[in-house]
């Protein structure tokens, strides 16, 4: 069936060093790939998405990358701040509906 | 711009018993969603509303969830009565239409006891 799904559920990075979010997807038929992130006590928010006739994207501080011949994404946030803590969660979509993985907590080191 | 409003932000009741939850969407957005989230889960898709029609209501448990947009701005999700296993957070999200970024509330968080 469809699933999506990541590798870790806890990263821990030092402040200022490069964050690098592990996703896996199953179904070949997605068509876009989006990035979450969820705070504490708020709602997800759109951080970036990719669509599946590319293989990167860059916003700023943050690039996907998508690797459709092992159906894995990935999200990069370079120069980690304290406020990037929190929860981030891919998500596969098509035409009819998104579907939101796991999620993994980024834990920032002083 | 005003965000997603969604109310009230907590609500503790008992098993059995009804809970209501009400969403205001982002003005002008026609696409409106119910999500349920569990601790440490990614939301999943209870119901979407284009306008006032449910399009995509497959994953709401009907014997005991309902929803409604009568106007196509304003919606509620209800469920009647509750179990313990419906604590979780109902988020509600809009998009000027499908094909657009979601925009989420910050959720009810719903304990049934």
């Known amino acids: 069936g469809e699933s999506v799904g990541l590798h870790l559920p806890t990263l821990s990075v030092q402040e200022g060093d490069n964050s690098i979010i592990n996703c896996a997807y199953s179904?070949?038929?997605?068509?876009?790939f989006i990035w979450y992130k969820q705070e504490s006590g708020k709602g997800p928010q759109f951080i970036i998405d990719?669509?599946?006739?590319?293989d990167k994207r860059q916003g700023q501080r943050v690039t996907v990358l998508l690797n459709k011949t092992v159906k894995h994404l990935s999200l990069q946030i370079a120069a980690t701040q304290p406020g990037d803590s929190a929860v981030y969660f891919c998500?596969?979509?098509?035409?009819?509906?998104?579907?939101f993985g796991k999620g993994t907590r980024l834990h920032i080191l002083p | 711009e005003a965000g997603v409003v969604q109310s009230p932000r907590y609500k503790i009741i008992e098993k059995k018993q009804p809970v209501a939850f009400w969403c205001n969407p982002i003005?002008?957005?026609?696409?409106l969603y119910w999500y349920l989230q569990n601790l440490g889960q990614g939301p999943e898709l209870l119901i979407r509303?284009?306008?006032?029609?449910?399009?995509?209501d497959s994953q709401l448990p009907k014997d005991r969830f309902s929803a409604e947009r009568l106007k196509g701005v304003d919606s509620t999700l209800k469920i009647q009565p509750a179990e313990l296993g419906d604590s979780a957070v109902y988020l509600c999200?809009?998009?000027?239409?499908?094909?657009?970024?979601?925009?989420f509330g910050p959720g009810t968080r719903l304990t049934v006891l």
């Open positions: 999200a809009s998009s000027p239409d499908r094909y657009n970024e979601q925009f």
């Open positions: 003005s002008g957005h026609n696409t």
């Open positions: 509303y284009e306008n006032e029609e449910a399009v995509d």
């Open positions: 990719i669509r599946s006739n590319m």
């Open positions: 998500a596969e979509g098509t035409d009819d509906k998104i579907i």
């Open positions: 179904n070949s038929a997605s068509d876009y």
